[in-house]
Structure formats: C-alpha cells, structure tokens
C-alpha cells in the first residue's frame, strides 16, 4: 500500500521565489515524518524530521493531521538547493511494535538563476 | 561516530549469476538494517529490513533476498540476477523512528 506520495516528479523554480513540494501520505497510527535531500554525487541524507520543528536551510514542514500531509516550504530558494527531496514516514505496523521506514517518490528540485 | 560502508560502488554481472552486496555499520548497535532501490521516478523502495541478527522482514517479493549474519552486517543477495535486478541498492541504518543514515549505494548493471 502506498504510504508516502510526492505528486510532483519534478519541480522548477527560480531563485527568490516561494517554493513548495508535496507530501501526503497514509497512515492509521501516529507516524514520524521526515525530508531527505540527495544533493548531487552525495549520500541522502535527514533535511529535518518533523518532531523537531525546526527550520534547516529555510526549510520549514508542519505536519497536517488532518489532511495528512506533511509539505516542504521555504520562501525564497536559492541554487544551491536545487536537489532530489524524498519525503519519509516511520510508525510500527499492524501487528508490530517495530517501525518500518517508507520514502516516497521523491522530487526533483531544480532552481533556475 | 557511526560510519556505513557499502561495497561494491557498481557491479556489472550476467543474467543468471550470483549476487553478494554488503553493507557493515560502525559506532553503533543493535541498528534496524534496510536495503532500498533506488530507481529513476519510483524513488526508494524498501525490499527488506532488520531489527536484529537473523530477523529479516521482506517488502516485496523478488528474487533478492536478504542476511543479517552478524549485528552490524546486512547482505542483499541472489541466487541467479534477472535484467530486471538492475539498479541502484541503497543500504541504511537507523535506530527505532530516527534518522536513518545511507551508505554510498552500489550500481548493478545486469548484462
């Protein structure tokens, strides 16, 4: 079953605009949410988790129980962040007390000049 | 600090061979082990995971399967590779609902 949705497979914007990527997902218990980002030639790697509420390079996600989604904002963009960003959840399954880890996706963020 | 190693960084192999990837985690244990593909507009799928030595869940059926020999070592394997085992393997680690940390990945091209 799908878990984790990223509508968009690719996104484009240019620098200093707003920019928004998607993230819904499914899920019957309380989940953990987090953004990866995958930067050219380097390993995927936690852009933030949404337990710690925090801001990291401008990017902000506020999980939304009620339309389950857990979007990626930040309101100016810049180059640098041009990258892959997968969106990821975490909770146990029916049945278990262990967590399993589900990506989405994925999207790929292009900031233009 | 924690360290994951994953080698080999690509692997060419024909139809109908064996595979071994392997994947060793360092500073930490007791880890919960995932191998995921990683393939152009599907993203990651998760194939299997581990919570300890010789538990292993499986995501999807395959013709991959999976080893954790040791607390701190995770093999992807098969028997005999399809074309269709093409891609990119991407191993991880994590601790229960925290960040996960990815090893470099390896490439398989089946020929």
């Known amino acids: 079953a799908q878990r984790v949705t990223q509508p968009e497979k690719l996104l484009s914007v240019f620098k200093g605009a707003p920019v928004e990527l998607k993230c819904n997902y499914s899920?019957?218990?309380?989940?953990?949410l987090f953004w990866y980002v995958q930067y050219s030639r380097q390993r995927l790697q936690l852009l933030l988790r949404?337990?710690s509420r925090e801001s990291i390079k401008g990017f902000t996600a506020d999980l939304n129980k009620g339309e389950t989604s857990f979007h990626l904002k930040k309101p100016f963009a810049q180059e640098e962040d041009s990258a892959m960003y997968y969106c990821?959840?975490?909770?146990?399954?029916?049945?278990?007390?262990?967590?399993?880890?589900?990506f989405g996706r994925g999207t790929q963020l292009t900031v233009w000049p | 600090s924690q360290t994951i190693h994953q080698w080999p960084a690509t692997l060419v192999q024909p139809v109908g061979s064996p595979l071994s990837l392997e994947c060793t985690v360092e500073?930490?244990?007791?880890?919960?082990l995932y191998w995921y593909r990683q393939a152009a507009g599907r993203g990651l799928q998760l194939l299997f995971y581990?919570?300890?030595?010789?538990?292993i869940s499986s995501e999807v059926p395959q013709n991959l399967s999976a080893s954790r020999p040791q607390d701190r070592q995770f093999i992807l394997s098969s028997k005999k590779l399809l074309l269709s085992d093409s891609g990119f393997y991407l191993c991880?680690?994590?601790?229960?609902?925290?960040?996960?940390?990815f090893g470099q990945g390896t490439r398989l091209t089946v020929v």
């Open positions: 949404h337990i």
């Open positions: 991880a680690w994590s601790h229960q609902n925290t960040e996960a940390f």
């Open positions: 899920y019957s218990g309380s989940p953990e």
């Open positions: 500073g930490t244990s007791n880890p919960n």
């Open positions: 990821a959840l975490s909770g146990p399954d029916r049945g278990s007390t262990l967590g399993r880890l589900y």
């Open positions: 581990s919570v300890g030595i010789g538990q």
